[in-house]
Antibody, heavy 120, light 109 residues
Framework: EVQLVQSGTEVKNPGESLKISCQGSGYSFDNYWIAWVRQMPGKGLEWMGI????????RYSPSFRGQVTISADKSISTAYLQWSTLKASDTGTYFCMRLYGSWLQFGDYWGQGTLVTVSS | QAVVTQEPSLTVSPGGTVTLTCGSSTGTVTSGHYPYWFQQKPGQAPRTLFYDTNNKHSWTPARFSGSLLGGKAALTLSGAQPEDEAVYYC?????????FGGGTKLTVL
């Protein structure tokens, strides 16, 4: 059974750093792209970026480039989303999603989401 | 960055038919935009209904269909059920830059 399991809820202060994770199981992790998607409270979905764990090829949405870092450790089938300096506006739920295909045209499973709250 | 537009809200009667659309600020949505459709219910992760315009997953109810219609991507629900009440998002690719639509809140009433 394919699963993407994300790390748990985080509560952080502004200025702190954070790294959340998305662990894949039930499939060959390094053969599929992992996307990260943000959902701010009460708002829609926003595409942040993607990574191909096999070679760590990473592509960011222009809106998120320089704001976050996406990485992966294929040895433990895990992708990461990282902030070096959190802001209150980073509050939201973050989802990972699996995709594949030359144009990423095949997407299927999602993680359960990680709620990140940044507040003083 | 391109803007992807969806109806903010739609209402359908139980058993009725409704079409949700997904347009692009750059012009016609084509198969080359590889449109996706997702369903999200309150407090849940999104679920992928369609990929690459009209390809459904094993979990996608047969009453849903994906297509291109009038220069937009379209999601049609035929025979709406109460459990179809949700927010539906489209996602399209602009040569590898992916952009979500704002979502359509579908009410079954």
């Amino acid at each position: 059974e394919v699963q993407l399991v994300q790390s748990g809820t985080e509560v952080k202060n502004p200025g702190e750093s954070l790294k959340i994770s998305c662990q894949g199981s039930g499939y060959s992790f390094d053969n599929y792209w992992i996307a990260w998607v943000r959902q701010m409270p009460g708002k829609g979905l926003e595409w942040m970026g993607i990574i191909y764990p096999r070679d760590s090829d990473t592509r960011y949405s222009p809106s998120f480039r320089g704001q976050v870092t996406i990485s992966a450790d294929k040895s433990i089938s895990t992708a990461y989303l990282q902030w070096s300096t959190l802001k209150a506006s980073d509050t939201g739920t973050y989802f990972c999603m699996r995709l594949y295909g030359s144009w990423l045209q095949f997407g299927d499973y999602w993680g359960q989401g990680t709620l990140v709250t940044v507040s003083s | 960055q391109a803007v992807v537009t969806q109806e903010p809200s739609l209402t359908v009667s139980p058993g009725g038919t409704v079409t949700l659309t997904c347009g692009s600020s750059t012009g016609t949505v084509t198969s080359g935009h590889y449109p996706y459709w997702f369903q999200q219910k309150p407090g849940q992760a999104p679920r992928t209904l369609f990929y690459d315009t009209n390809n459904k997953h094993s979990w996608t109810p047969a009453r849903f269909s994906g297509s291109l219609l009038g220069g937009k991507a379209a999601l049609t629900l035929s025979g709406a059920q109460p459990e179809d009440e949700a927010v539906y998002y489209c996602l399209i690719s602009y040569s590898g830059v992916w952009v979500f639509g704002g979502g359509t809140k579908l009410t079954v009433l």
